[in-house]
Antibody
Framework: EVQLVESGGGLVQPGESLRLSCAAS????????MTWARQAPGKGLEWVAT????????YYMDSVEGRFTISRDNAKNSLYLQMNSLRVEDTAVYYC????????WGQGILVTVSP | DVVLTQSPLSLPVTLGQPASISCRSS???????????LNWFQQRPGQSPRRLFY???NRDSGVPDRFSGSGSGTDFTLKISRVEAEDVGVYYC??????????FGGGTKVEIK
């Protein structure tokens, strides 16, 4: 069974940093692209970033380019999202998801950016 | 970026009656490899999304056959033949043909009348 478990969320102030982690199990992690997506409170789904199987390619949505960094550790079956210079508008539930075209989602982790 | 427009925004349905959700794309979703990367997701209240269909009409494991996905080019439809109480939630279409970025429709909320 595919499982994706996010951790590392919380409440931070604007300008601060946070690192999200996603522990993957139930599939061969190193063979899949991985994605972070988010959902602001009461809003729809939004793609954030995607990373290739070996980490050699990374893609970001425009509003997080230069502030967020997606990475992975295939030896640890883990996906990460380093979020710097956080803004109030980054407040959302962040989901770890498998594949570029997204088949499985994690349960999500809340990130709140507030003064 | 590709814009996906879903309609209606809200869909009140009587139990046992059919429901239909439209997803229209700002450009054709046919990839150069011949595939159309259009997915449908269901998000029940308080839960994370669950994929229902990939590449327009391929049903994921465990998805009841009362759900169907269809369409081509720029117009796509998710249908529920007979709505059940467990179908309440928000439904999203998503395209992966022209990426980055992957884009989602705005969502359609299905509720019981």
């Amino acid at each position: 069974e595919v499982q994706l478990v996010e951790s590392g969320g919380g409440l931070v102030q604007p300008g601060e940093s946070l690192r999200l982690s996603c522990a993957a199990s139930g599939f061969t992690f190193s063979k899949f692209w991985m994605t972070w997506a988010r959902q602001a409170p009461g809003k729809g789904l939004e793609w954030v970033a995607t990373i290739k199987e070996d980490g050699s390619e990374k893609y970001y949505m425009d509003s997080v380019e230069g502030r967020f960094t997606i990475s992975r550790d295939n030896a640890k079956n883990s996906l990460y999202l380093q979020m710097n210079s956080l803004r109030v508008e980054d407040t959302a539930v962040y989901y770890c998801a498998r594949q570029r075209t997204v088949d499985y989602w994690g349960q999500g982790i809340l990130v709140t950016v507030s003064p | 970026d590709v814009v996906l427009t879903q309609s209606p925004l809200s869909l009140p349905v009587t139990l046992g009656q059919p429901a239909s959700i439209s997803c229209r794309s700002s450009q054709s979703l046919v990839h150069s490899d011949g595939n159309t990367y259009l997915n449908w997701f269901q998000q029940r209240p308080g839960q994370s999304p669950r994929r229902l269909f990939y590449k327009v009409s391929n049903r994921d494991s465990g998805v009841p056959d009362r759900f169907s996905g269809s369409g081509s080019g720029t117009d796509f439809t998710l249908k529920i033949s007979r709505v059940e109480a467990e179908d309440v939630g928000v439904y999203y279409c998503m395209q992966g043909t022209h990426w980055p970025p992957v884009t989602f429709g705005g969502g359609t909320k299905v509720e019981i009348k």
